[in-house]
Structures are given as C-alpha cells and as structure tokens.
C-alpha cells in the first residue's frame, strides 16, 4: 500500500512538472518517501543542477515545492548551501 501511495504521488510531481512547462528528460531523479504517516513527498534532481535536489508534496490537492538541498554526492564535492542560488527553486507560499 505504502509504495502503492509512493507511485501515485510520484507521478502527480511528474504531472505538475510537465504543467509547468518542463521536459520529462529535464528530470533524472523522481523518488517518493514516506515520512510519519499520513506524509509522503517526493524528491526530484533536474538534469542541469545535478547536485541539487528539491522536496515536492502534495498539499489540499496541490502539488507545492516545500524545500531544496544539496545532494549527497554535491556534499561531498564540497558544494554547499550558501554557496548555491538554485534554478528551480520556488519560493515556499500558501503551503498550508
């Protein structure tokens, strides 16, 4: 059930995305998690900004960016947050 809700969820991000006028070969990582129950989001790295990755979840319906990061493998090229103005990010409103 829980990767049921993960699938599902991943591809409404995806949805979203192609909605906002993205390329689905713009995209190279899609992967849902589950947080404490009923929460589940997704993660999603764009092709030009690899190091990057952005947290989704869905919202009243809504798909909404909550948050960004730097990646693991950004973190261990030295890559750090401050240091980042990140191309895909939007701004956190009317999440709740």
Do not use: A, C
């Not at 949805?15 to 999603?44: A, C, D, R, S």
């Amino acid at each position: 059930m829980i990767e049921i809700k993960k699938n599902i969820l991943e591809n409404k991000v995806l949805e979203h995305l192609i909605n906002q006028g993205y390329v689905e070969n713009e995209i190279i990582e899609i992967t849902g998690q589950f947080g404490k129950l009923p929460n589940f989001g997704v993660h999603v790295r764009f092709e030009d900004e690899p190091l990057i990755g952005y947290f989704y979840l869905e919202r009243d319906g809504k798909i909404k960016q909550l948050s960004w990061y730097v990646t693991r493998e950004g973190r261990e090229k030295g890559v750090r947050k401050e240091q980042i103005q990140p191309k895909h990010h939007v701004p956190m409103r009317y999440l709740y």
